[in-house]
């Protein structure tokens, strides 16, 4: 698979963002709009990469670029069901099963939506999902970027068409991760958070966003794959440096436990809600991996990584990262890993008896093949999580645990 920049063309005349909100809700219909085609563009060359669970892959942000006076989108835009088939009075809408209950696509949606708004912020439009009745709401980090700490503006709308203004309450770059806060509002219907990690290969979910300025979208698929370590932006070779604060994210960041699914993610649905057979939030929706031919993948980042964050960023407006004291390279050898290269003085990767040389292949049950899977899953913890480090050293596997400090 060869992973683009996803084609982010300003929406035109259908940003829903006008001066008079849209009837029933805001909700576009379920007809097909056929838009003018642009030109294909040229091919790129193929890759045969097969990627396994943990393995990295390069994906662009789905966010949808902001409108363009008298623009076009070059696409054909289906607001029904895909792939599931269009419910009709004589086709029932298919049904999710889980454990506890049997819930039709449109159920499911029905009782997500109002939960799901659309943002438009300074660099572009994205999606969002409301955490508290009184107006915070999560989303992606670079949704809300350029709009400031506490201090830019954005406006909000929510499914029934309704619109307000939002400021930004923190940020944090290292997950792609953002809360802000509607001004003025009450009695939301909040999201019900489930738990990302009892998702399973195969598990039914729904996309639910703003793809391409259309809100309330929503798209079916299943878990296509589970722990993709996920760097948005450019492909480049990561390195950390001692420390890991000094790392720097210009050119995209790096994300671990990434929930791959084949629902369809558009720009547009970045900070959206991916949702399980029981309407449950496991992810929020962020980044595009696809090929020339217009095929790919979306990736969303996992509920519970994002509930860790959203709760500092509400309480503090800061986060805190677990830390564990490496700099670390791709392996180039036979044996995939992480290749350490320097280890802080008293950190928790000293303290364990790691060593500059040693090659980590395995972070808990996760297999490491290059240094960003290290970035990745390492943000995912909480600062005093014990880990299980596995690595190779002199030709031998090791296997230790190391309990991670709070990052300084």
């Given at each position: 698979?060869?992973?683009?920049?996803?084609?982010?063309?300003?929406?035109?005349?259908?940003?829903?963002?006008?001066?008079?909100?849209?009837?029933?809700?805001?909700?576009?219909?379920?007809?097909?709009?056929?838009?003018?085609?642009?030109?294909?563009?040229?091919?790129?060359?193929?890759?045969?990469?097969?990627?396994?669970?943990?393995?990295?892959?390069?994906?662009?942000?789905?966010l949808?670029?902001?409108?363009?006076?008298?623009?076009?989108?070059?696409?054909?835009?289906?607001?029904?069901?895909?792939?599931?088939?269009?419910?009709?009075?004589?086709?029932?809408?298919?049904?999710?099963?889980?454990?506890?209950?049997?819930?039709?696509?449109?159920?499911?949606?029905?009782?997500?939506?109002?939960?799901?708004?659309?943002?438009?912020?300074?660099?572009?439009?994205g999606?969002?999902?409301?955490?508290?009745?009184?107006?915070?709401?999560?989303?992606?980090?670079?949704?809300?970027e350029?709009?400031?700490?506490?201090?830019?503006q954005?406006?909000?709308?929510?499914?029934?068409?309704?619109?307000?203004?939002?400021?930004?309450?923190g940020?944090?770059?290292?997950?792609?991760?953002?809360?802000?806060?509607?001004?003025?509002?009450?009695?939301?219907?909040?999201?019900?958070?489930?738990?990302?990690?009892?998702?399973?290969?195969?598990?039914?979910?729904?996309?639910?966003?703003?793809?391409?300025?259309?809100?309330?979208?929503?798209?079916?698929?299943?878990?296509?794959?589970?722990d993709?370590?996920?760097?948005?932006?450019?492909?480049?070779?990561?390195?950390?440096?001692?420390?890991?604060?000094?790392?720097?994210?210009?050119?995209g960041?790096?994300?671990?436990?990434?929930?791959?699914?084949?629902?369809?993610?558009?720009?547009?649905?970045?900070?959206?809600?991916?949702?399980?057979?029981?309407?449950?939030?496991?992810?929020?929706?962020?980044?595009?991996?696809?090929?020339?031919?217009?095929?790919?993948?979306?990736?969303?980042?996992?509920?519970?990584?994002?509930?860790?964050?959203?709760?500092?960023?509400?309480?503090?407006?800061?986060?805190?990262?677990?830390?564990?004291?490496?700099?670390?390279?791709?392996?180039?050898?036979d044996?995939?890993?992480?290749?350490?290269?320097?280890?802080?003085?008293?950190?928790?990767?000293?303290?364990?008896?790691?060593?500059?040389?040693?090659?980590?292949?395995?972070?808990?049950?996760?297999?490491?093949?290059?240094?960003?899977?290290?970035?990745?899953?390492?943000?995912?913890?909480?600062?005093?999580?014990?880990?299980?480090?596995?690595?190779?050293?002199d030709?031998?596997?090791?296997?230790?645990?190391?309990?991670?400090?709070?990052?300084?």
């Amino acid at each position: 698979m060869n992973a683009n920049e996803p084609h982010e063309q300003g929406t035109g005349g259908w940003s829903q963002f006008g001066a008079t909100p849209p009837t029933a809700g805001g909700f576009p219909r379920r007809d097909t709009i056929v838009m003018e085609q642009p030109p294909p563009p040229p091919p790129a060359p193929p890759r045969k990469a097969v990627l396994t669970a943990g393995q990295k892959v390069v994906a662009g942000l789905a966010l949808a670029a902001m409108a363009v006076a008298g623009g076009v989108v070059g696409a054909v835009l289906a607001t029904s069901f895909q792939p599931a088939p269009v419910a009709t009075a004589s086709a029932p809408s298919p049904v999710f099963k889980s454990t506890s209950s049997q819930l039709t696509v449109a159920e499911v949606a029905a009782k997500v939506q109002p939960s799901v708004v659309m943002i438009q912020g300074q660099t572009g439009e994205g999606s969002g999902v409301v955490l508290s009745e009184d107006g915070h709401i999560l989303t992606n980090n670079h949704v809300v970027e350029g709009a400031g700490q506490g201090g830019g503006q954005m406006t909000v709308k929510f499914s029934d068409g309704k619109t307000a203004r939002a400021t930004v309450v923190g940020t944090d770059p290292a997950t792609d991760l953002a809360v802000i806060k509607a001004e003025g509002v009450s009695g939301l219907s909040k999201a019900t958070l489930g738990d990302s990690d009892a998702l399973k290969v195969g598990d039914a979910v729904l996309a639910i966003g703003s793809p391409l300025g259309l809100d309330g979208s929503v798209t079916a698929g299943i878990v296509s794959a589970l722990d993709r370590t996920l760097t948005t932006g450019p492909e480049q070779r990561q390195q950390l440096p001692p420390g890991w604060g000094q790392q720097q994210q210009s050119a995209g960041t790096t994300i671990g436990g990434a929930i791959q699914t084949d629902a369809s993610i558009n720009p547009g649905n970045s900070g959206g809600a991916l949702v399980n057979a029981a309407g449950e939030l496991v992810g929020i929706n962020t980044a595009i991996a696809s090929d020339a031919a217009g095929g790919g993948v979306g990736f969303a980042i996992p509920v519970n990584t994002a509930k860790q964050v959203s709760e500092q960023l509400i309480s503090t407006g800061k986060v805190t990262h677990a830390f564990l004291g490496v700099s670390v390279t791709d392996a180039t050898g036979d044996v995939p890993g992480a290749l350490i290269g320097q280890i802080t003085a008293g950190s928790p990767a000293e303290k364990a008896g790691l060593r500059q040389g040693d090659l980590i292949t395995r972070i808990d049950d996760t297999p490491v093949d290059g240094g960003d899977t290290v970035v990745g899953q390492v943000r995912g913890f909480k600062p005093g999580q014990q880990v299980k480090i596995t690595y190779m050293r002199d030709g031998t596997s090791h296997e230790v645990t190391v309990t991670l400090q709070k990052q300084s």
